[in-house]
């Protein structure tokens, strides 16, 4: 469906904000939320619009509920071997600095408000169904260990998962997460 050339000629049709715009997102993951290429980007989701747009009608991307995500997984691999590599460890770090900022803390991390709830409320609908297993289980005490016993993962896997909820959700550590996994039941 993409042979590789395809995805070079479509990816040089596009204007260069777009491109630029793809890679920073190639660097998230296959897929990706809007606000969270937008703070990575240092941009208003608002600005990333005509970008998007353009990706979208290109069938680079596709929207996926909440999020996009790349049309296929060839495409994602074309994008991120576009960056030199120096570039895509920097967006990792970024990335990862963006994840692990404490809610509260100066820099962009903390989600905005959704319909008038909360950061923390309106999260839970963007968690997937991993990320809700592990809440669950880390409102029931269990350790990183214990959890991927459990779902059958590596601990690595779990704490890489609720990194990916404490940013989701705009907090900042397991008490807080345990406290909201226990109030959600």
């Given at each position: 469906?993409?042979?590789?050339?395809?995805?070079?000629?479509?990816?040089?049709?596009?204007?260069?904000?777009?491109?630029?715009?793809?890679?920073?997102?190639?660097?998230?993951?296959?897929q990706f939320g809007v606000l969270e290429l937008a703070r990575l980007m240092r941009c208003g989701t608002a600005q990333l619009?005509?970008?998007?747009?353009?990706?979208?009608?290109?069938?680079?991307?596709?929207?996926?509920?909440?999020?996009?995500?790349?049309?296929?997984?060839?495409?994602?691999?074309?994008?991120?071997?576009?960056?030199?590599?120096?570039?895509?460890?920097?967006?990792?770090?970024?990335?990862?600095?963006?994840?692990?900022?404490?809610?509260?803390?100066?820099?962009?991390?903390?989600?905005?408000?959704?319909?008038?709830?909360?950061?923390?409320?309106?999260?839970?609908?963007?968690?997937?169904?991993?990320?809700?297993?592990?809440?669950?289980?880390?409102?029931?005490?269990?350790?990183?260990?214990?959890?991927?016993?459990?779902?059958?993962?590596?601990?690595?896997?779990?704490?890489?998962?609720?990194?990916?909820?404490?940013?989701?959700?705009?907090?900042?550590?397991?008490?807080?997460?345990?406290?909201?996994?226990?109030?959600?039941?």
């Amino acid at each position: 469906m993409y042979p590789q050339n395809s995805v070079a000629a479509r990816l040089a049709a596009l204007s260069s904000p777009t491109r630029r715009m793809l890679q920073v997102a190639s660097a998230i993951g296959p897929q990706f939320g809007v606000l969270e290429l937008a703070r990575l980007m240092r941009c208003g989701t608002a600005q990333l619009l005509p970008a998007l747009d353009e990706a979208i009608a290109s069938g680079l991307l596709v929207s996926l509920d909440d999020r996009l995500m790349f049309g296929h997984d060839l495409v994602h691999a074309a994008v991120a071997a576009s960056l030199c590599r120096p570039a895509a460890a920097a967006l990792r770090a970024e990335l990862a600095a963006l994840w692990a900022t404490p809610a509260g803390a100066p820099g962009p991390v903390r989600r905005a408000e959704h319909d008038g709830r909360p950061a923390a409320t309106a999260g839970w609908e963007s968690l997937t169904e991993q990320e809700l297993q592990i809440a669950r289980l880390v409102g029931r005490a269990l350790t990183n260990q214990q959890i991927a016993t459990r779902i059958g993962r590596s601990r690595h896997t779990v704490n890489y998962h609720l990194r990916r909820i404490f940013h989701k959700l705009g907090i900042a550590s397991r008490v807080e997460l345990a406290s909201l996994a226990r109030a959600a039941r």
